[in-house]
């Protein structure tokens, strides 16, 4: 299964907007910045990653629940799940 057209251009901005959040950190961090300062803009990373993560796995979602080939679609439903709880 392939990410969606649509949901790839969202999901390669928000990657790249996280690639900008991590060379900030790492920034930062060779700067000597306060510790909690660190923290914030790691949790933002992380949420920036969970969010593209959520994005791909949405576009899975919906092209299983879409999809009329006649194939058997729980097993790429179950898939699907596993990919999501595998973000949490």
Partial sequence: MQVDEAATGDVIKRLRRAEGQIRGVIGMLEDGRDCAEVV???????RALDRAGFKVIASGLRQCMTADDGEDQSANLERMEKLFMSLA
């Fill in 40 to 46: 914030m803009q790691l949790a933002a990373v992380s």
